[in-house]
């Protein structure tokens, strides 16, 4: 793609507004009525996010899904061992990142994250398909691997493995994080590059609301 239509891709934001008397004092609160907005957009995956992680003081970033929030945090599930576990296990600051385009929104969450329980791990791997299941065996996760063959033979030797158990166990490798947000942010996309940005910061048991430049 030549540079000119690079940099005339463009688009002006003029779907919504957010103002300080029209959200909710709780972030948790205002995240599940945007999440609602995005699921009932009919987004492809409006569950995913951007999970950014530092080891030795170099960012990394991939996008995995949130499977569940509330008032204790945000939580996805992946392979404890992978690049992004390691990475956790040394420095449990992170970042989380949402971008709902067809909303012209973006929801950026800064914080902690701690391992989930291993009842919330088990319950959420029994939840899923069979084969993603046995699949949680097969990789190990962010390993370089010969080619696609040693998946093949992994999978066809965990598959008969398990041919005779009724329940799969949960690999100890394999869990959630659930992150708790010290920051949240909400952006909403505004004409002439003027768009809402509004910082929830948690303090003293409280959340303050500031109104940030966009
Ligand atoms: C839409 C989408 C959803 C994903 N969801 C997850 C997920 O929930 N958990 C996960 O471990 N990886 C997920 N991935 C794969 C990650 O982006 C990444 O490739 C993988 O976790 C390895 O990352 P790491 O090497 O940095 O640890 C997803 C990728 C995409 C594109």
Not at 30 to 46: C, G, M, Y
Not at 80 to 108: I, P
Request: charged share 25%.
């Amino acid at each position: 793609m030549d540079k000119t239509t690079l940099a005339n891709l463009r688009n002006n934001y003029t779907l919504n507004e957010l103002l300080e008397n029209n959200v909710s004092k709780n972030p948790i609160i205002q995240f599940s009525v945007w999440f609602k907005d995005a699921i009932n957009a009919e987004l492809v995956e409006a569950n995913a996010m951007v999970l950014s992680t530092i080891k030795d003081s170099k960012p990394s970033a991939r996008v995995v899904l949130l499977k569940g929030f509330d008032e204790n945090g945000f939580v996805f599930f992946t392979n404890y061992t992978s690049h992004k576990g390691q990475e956790l296990s040394g420095n449990n600051a992170a970042c989380l990142t949402f971008f709902w385009d067809k909303l012209e929104r973006q929801v950026r969450l800064e914080g902690l994250m701690e391992k989930v329980s291993s009842e919330d791990s088990d319950a959420y791997f029994w939840s899923r398909p069979r084969e993603s299941q046995i699949g949680a065996w097969v990789s190990d996760q962010s390993t370089v691997i010969k080619g696609r063959e040693i998946l093949d033979e992994k999978l066809a030797f965990y598959q008969q493995k398990f041919e005779n158990e009724v329940v799969i166990p949960r690999p100890q490798h394999w869990g959630g994080y659930v992150l708790k947000p010290q920051t949240m942010e909400f952006w909403q996309g505004r004409p002439n590059r003027l768009h809402d940005r509004l910082l929830y910061t948690h303090e003293n048991d409280n959340w303050k609301i500031e109104r940030l430049s966009p």
